[in-house]
């Protein structure tokens, strides 16, 4: 009878320590179970990342094949005309005209592809110096004026009659400027309003551009700059552009130390786009030697006289277009040129 009961609580105990065992690896189970399920959820969510990166790539393919086409098919047909003869001369005036207008649309796509390429691999560096930023804002609205009188919108600005100094690039921060006010301005219908104001505020400058155009709808505002967003991307939409712009617009302000937002009360009440800069001591800025490269959106001023009379230039370039166009301008001041591969 002894050793039975010995024999009953032994099994007993065994059976109670597989039970805590089986209880013990079924939690195990149940922890492999949930974390499977949450493996299966970030691999979901990754899954509808790649397939939204997908769609924006697609959609982004498709807008750049459209804005590169429209100006190179009106480059292409305004040259055929040029080359078949028959124009009279104010006609080719027409021509030529429209040949260098599109063909400035289409740096300026390129100028964004490649800006946005220097900021995705951290190469895009300003060179900083002193800069009155109220001239920068007043020059930039001169290269908008012909765009924003062709449609009769009227442009008001308030900038401070001391100037607005600060240190920064020059050139980025025209840059920052032009693109919004050309923004404004194609977004505006005819006989709207641009307004851009200019305003130092402590230790800051403050750029406020608003308009009276189509306005933002309110759930695309805080996606107004990320790169390749569009609120309309359809290569249908009745404004052009690559989604770019504004993505180089953060970058850039960024890059100074400042802010840039945008509001709106929806679609048709207009825009405000607010960019602050800080104001930093002159003690802080490096001198600093720039290349200023002109871009496509800038008017083309007419080229000092050259007086090359004399001088012998051998050009040498593996391009043969490349090749010919510097010919043609250095023999255009009086320079004898040779030309090589």
Not at 151 to 160: C, D, F, Q, T, V
Not at 302 to 308: H, N, T, V
């Amino acid at each position: 009878m002894v050793w039975l009961v010995g024999r009953w609580r032994a099994a007993e105990r065994e059976l109670r320590g597989q039970a805590q065992e089986l209880h013990a690896r079924g939690q195990e189970l149940r922890a492999q179970a949930d974390e499977l399920r949450a493996q299966a959820g970030r691999l979901q969510a990754l899954h509808t990342e790649a397939e939204r990166i997908n769609r924006v790539k697609d959609e982004f393919l498709a807008t750049l094949s459209h804005e590169l086409r429209t100006p190179l098919n009106a480059i292409v047909g305004w040259a055929h005309l040029l080359v078949s003869g028959g124009l009279d001369a104010q006609r080719q005036t027409t021509a030529a005209e429209t040949i260098l207008r599109n063909a400035h649309a289409q740096t300026r796509l390129v100028d964004d592809l490649l800006d946005v390429s220097r900021i995705i691999n951290g190469k895009l560096l300003l060179p900083l110096s002193h800069v009155d930023l109220a001239t920068v804002v007043a020059a930039a609205i001169e290269l908008v004026r012909n765009a924003a009188d062709a449609k009769e919108i009227e442009l008001r600005s308030s900038l401070p009659p001391g100037g607005a100094v600060m240190v920064g690039d020059a050139e980025r921060l025209r840059q920052v400027v032009w693109n919004l006010l050309s923004n404004a301005v194609k977004f505006t219908k005819k006989r709207g309003r641009v307004e851009i104001r200019l305003e130092r505020m402590d230790s800051q400058l403050e750029l406020t551009v608003s308009d009276t155009g189509v306005g933002i709808d309110p759930e695309f505002v805080s996606h107004m700059f990320e790169r390749f967003s569009q609120a309309d991307s359809s290569t249908t939409r009745p404004h052009g552009g690559l989604g770019l712009g504004l993505a180089v617009v953060r970058h850039l302000v960024e890059l100074h130390g400042g802010t840039v937002s945008a509001a709106s009360q929806g679609l048709g009440h207009g825009a405000t786009f607010r960019v602050t800069l800080p104001v930093r001591a002159t003690a802080e800025a490096p001198t600093a030697v720039r290349v200023v490269e002109r871009r496509g959106d800038e008017s083309a001023g007419s080229p000092a006289p050259l007086a090359l009379h004399g001088l012998r230039v051998l050009v040498v370039d593996d391009e043969a277009d490349a090749r010919e166009l510097v010919k043609a301008v250095l023999t255009r001041y009086g320079a004898a040129v040779k030309v090589a591969a």
